[in-house]
Nanobody, 117 residues
Framework: VQLQASGGGLVQPGGSLTLSCASS????????MGWYRQAPGKQRELVAV???????NYADSVKGRFTTSRDNAKNTVYLQMNNLKPEDTAVYFC????????????WGQGTLVTVSS
């Protein structure tokens, strides 16, 4: 599975951005699609994860501000980010997990989001 993330950029505090993650494979075949982020000097952390047909979880820090969704026809996952804060500044990564006899883990290349006035 190849993942292509896009949509990052510079935005002012309180602004919005939508990230996209296009998959080379049908996302029907992908059990878990997730968004992670890594701020400078920090470890990568989970932002949002959607389970194929069975729920979505968000990090506490983004609940009520971020929304992830899937467009199955386009094999694309989105992360709508509202009311952005400077602490949301990070490289955002798309992740896909296929659960077979083991868990196969795939990562996109990352897209930078900078929240600054």
């Amino acid at each position: 599975v190849q993942l292509q993330a896009s949509g990052g950029g510079l935005v002012q505090p309180g602004g919005s951005l939508t990230l996209s993650c296009a998959s080379s494979e049908s996302i029907f075949k992908i059990n878990i699609m997730g968004w992670y982020r890594q701020a400078p000097g920090k470890q990568r952390e989970l932002v949002a994860v959607s389970y194929n047909g069975d729920g979505i979880n968000y990090a506490d820090s983004v609940k009520g501000r971020f929304t992830t969704s899937r467009d199955n026809a386009k094999n694309t996952v989105y992360l709508q980010m509202n009311n952005l804060k400077p602490e949301d500044t990070a490289v955002y990564f798309c992740n896909a997990k296929k659960i077979l006899s083991s868990i196969l883990d795939y990562w996109g290349q990352g897209t930078l989001v900078t929240v600054s006035s």
